[in-house]
């Protein structure tokens, strides 16, 4: 997730029939890729998946800890695994036999101060 | 958007195999709720829809004016609508010919919530 703020960016405010022309609109870049990050997180088990890696320790868990209690198989939870890093919500480092998932520092609170910006114009 | 803060619940733990086991999940009900409405929100059309409204006079705009700043027909803009309703991101209100859209007062902010609250235990 490289850019993580709504930029508000004037448009050409149209014709409005009904009221006072829309003079702002999200950059359509900004746009796409913040849909992607939400994309990510569309699913409950990735939803609980990123909860859970958050709440630990360092905010880092081990695959071999996360199946229980999200009830997948490990293929399944490491797929979704794949999709949150893929976000750039989460990182992953192998360690020997299993694989490590840490939180991105400030990922999840850009993502929201995206969220809070589009309500504060 | 009845329940909109990750409530985190002990869980068994587990037989953690390499470290300390895991003793918080998101309550599922929760992360259903979450994902429902991530998943509305994974889509740039309606990323910017809800912006667009958002930074509006009131945070309401009619459908009449929001089809030309993201490029779509009224009918797609509408059905974008409907699914960011449906999520309880926007209020519906039908005056004579037009539709307008409002923002939920606080939906944003406790989506934002949700999110910063992951990562603050």
Known sequence: MTTTALTLTPTDGGAGCCGPAVTQAVDPEVARELARTFKALA????VQLLAIVAAQDGS?????DLTEP??????TVSHHLKILV???LLTREQR??????SLVPGALARLAGALTDATSD
Request: glycine share 12%.
């Open 70 to 75: 999200v009830g997948l198989s490990q293929p």
């Open 86 to 88: 893929d976000a750039g």
């Open 60 to 64: 880092e868990a081990c695959v071999c």
């Open 96 to 101: 020997g036999r299993w694989a490590y998932y």
């Open 43 to 46: 699913d409950p088990a990735r």
